[in-house]
């Protein structure tokens, strides 16, 4: 039996459960502002109440790897409970590990993530093209064949990202433009909407590209790092309607209380929803 591809999923989610992407980043500043150890015992807990809370209202949970493998395997372990209970609950599980790199070691990312006998099997996956858009073929095939997604890297909203993705290919596009255009060919025809996203910060002002890939255009950057809801409708155009928000630190800010974390990511849906629409 074919699954269901994953842009699909995610249209019904974000449509049912609302516009919003919720990181788990258990940066060491957080645990502490929520009274836990840097250690083991502090992440299980602050993950296990994340998604303990969120994972049955937002559409998309997005744990960044990293702050798990920092603790090594039991870290890992602690990351894998957590993609497993969070889809149980009904969420979709974006594993935020940018992963990018050539031949049979891509395929065995592909493999970790997107095999759903994995134990990290995820419903999509951060991916890196900048070795070419065709380092990312096992990815993208491992993808399709399971009803998965890859957001891959385009617009990112750290400054740095800008002396690589804008840069000039030799027909003139950005690099960044090169990518979306190899998503757009990705997508094509699909419907409701593709399983190949992009990553766009909204902290952009303007994106300066061709954002219809006919795919979701994952958003970083609401909250913290200074974006709002209010801005995506200059950033991403009539491409407004494709985004997935991502907010971290500013639901994340209001645990260890449950009751907290739920009211700040119902209102951050609420504004992307209001901001979207126009009213």
Same mark, same amino acid.
Do not use: Y
């Given at each position: 039996m074919t699954p269901e591809p994953f842009g699909?999923?995610?249209?019904?989610?974000?449509?049912?459960?609302?516009?919003?992407?919720?990181?788990?980043?258990?940066?060491?500043?957080?645990?502490?502002?929520?009274? @836990?150890?840097?250690?083991? *015992?502090?992440? #299980? %807990? =602050?993950?296990?109440?994340? +998604?303990?809370? /969120?994972?049955?209202? $937002?559409?998309? @949970?997005?744990?960044?790897? *990293?702050?798990? #493998? %920092? =603790?090594?395997?039991?870290? +890992?372990?602690? /990351?894998?409970?957590? $993609?497993?209970?969070?889809?149980?609950?009904? *969420?979709?599980?974006?594993?935020?590990?940018k992963r990018g790199d050539i031949g049979s070691t891509m395929g065995a990312y592909a493999a970790t993530y997107l095999d759903p006998d994995s134990p990290l099997f995820s419903d999509a996956l951060t991916v890196s093209p900048y070795l070419g858009f065709g380092s990312l073929r096992p990815a993208l095939d491992a993808a399709a064949a399971c009803g998965s997604g890859?957001?891959?890297?385009?617009?990112?909203?750290?400054?740095?990202g800008a002396e690589v993705q804008r840069a000039t290919a030799?027909?003139?596009r950005s690099l960044a433009q090169v990518m979306l255009d190899h998503m757009a060919a990705e997508n094509a025809g699909a419907t409701p909407l593709g399983s190949v996203g992009a990553v766009v910060g909204a902290t952009l002002g303007d994106a300066g590209a061709d954002l219809a890939i006919n795919g979701p255009l994952l958003a970083p950057g609401i909250g913290a790092q200074g974006a709002t809801p209010a801005d995506l409708p200059r950033v991403f155009g009539s491409a407004v309607g494709d985004v997935v928000p991502s907010v971290s630190r500013g639901v994340l800010?209001?645990?260890?209380?449950?009751?907290?974390?739920?009211?700040?990511?119902?209102?951050?849906?609420?504004?992307?929803?209001?901001?979207?629409?126009?009213?």
């Open positions: 699909a999923r995610l249209r019904h989610a974000l449509d049912t459960r609302g516009p919003l992407c919720v990181g788990i980043d258990p940066h060491a500043s957080l645990l502490a502002s929520w009274g @836990l150890d840097d250690d083991v *015992a502090g992440l #299980e %807990r =602050f993950t296990r109440t994340t +998604v303990e809370a /969120l994972a049955d209202r $937002v559409a998309v @949970l997005k744990p960044q790897s *990293a702050f798990f #493998e %920092r =603790f090594g395997s039991r870290g +890992v372990a602690v /990351l894998e409970k957590a $993609v497993q209970e969070a889809r149980a609950a009904g *969420a979709l599980v974006l594993m935020d590990a890859v957001f891959v890297l385009a617009l990112t909203s750290n400054p740095e030799a027909d003139g800010r209001h645990g260890p209380d449950a009751a907290g974390l739920r009211e700040a990511a119902g209102r951050f849906a609420d504004e992307v929803r209001a901001a979207v629409s126009g009213s």
